[in-house]
């Protein structure tokens, strides 16, 4: 799985409204490949992760919830061809996880990716 890199492949997908919703999240997808500089594209599905700051204060927060979609993105979206970004649209509670990396907050944001791709298949 390759991972979206340029602004403009950023800016294609963010044009695109989204296909699934859930509290915290959005998945927009593009059904053709996003080429990466203008040229074509290689085979092969593409991802993204786009976690604002104004939704994710910390660095190491920003970091684990990157590494939860690229994490479970690769396992599931695999499989459907095009390009995906999913994107953080509200931030999570500071006083449910006040650590900004904490087994609990990993374990919500997984079980919320888990129910956003559930939500639209192809």
Same mark, same amino acid.
């Given at each position: 799985?390759?991972?979206?890199?340029?602004?403009?492949?950023? #800016? &294609?997908?963010?044009? $695109?409204?989204?296909?699934a919703? %859930?509290?915290?999240?959005?998945?927009?997808?593009?059904? $053709?490949?996003?080429?990466?500089?203008?040229?074509?594209?290689? #085979?092969?599905?593409?991802?993204?992760?786009?976690?604002p700051? *104004?939704?994710? *204060? *910390? /660095?190491? %927060?920003?970091? =684990?919830?990157?590494?939860?979609?690229? /994490? +479970?993105? /690769? @396992?599931? +979206?695999?499989?459907?061809?095009?390009?995906?970004?999913?994107?953080?649209?509200? =931030?999570?509670?500071?006083? /449910?996880?006040?650590?900004?990396?904490?087994? &609990?907050?990993k374990?919500?944001?997984? @079980? $919320?990716l888990?129910? +956003? +791709? =559930?939500?639209?298949?192809?």
């Amino acid at each position: 799985m390759q991972r979206l890199r340029t602004r403009a492949q950023f #800016q &294609a997908l963010l044009a $695109e409204r989204p296909v699934a919703r %859930t509290p915290h999240f959005a998945w927009h997808r593009l059904q $053709e490949p996003v080429p990466a500089d203008g040229s074509t594209a290689s #085979q092969g599905p593409w991802l993204g992760a786009l976690v604002p700051k *104004r939704w994710a *204060r *910390r /660095a190491v %927060t920003r970091n =684990a919830i990157r590494r939860q979609v690229h /994490a +479970l993105g /690769a @396992a599931r +979206l695999a499989a459907l061809p095009g390009a995906h970004l999913i994107r953080l649209r509200a =931030a999570f509670p500071v006083d /449910a996880f006040p650590s900004a990396s904490s087994r &609990a907050l990993k374990r919500a944001v997984r @079980a $919320e990716l888990e129910q +956003l +791709l =559930a939500q639209a298949r192809p």
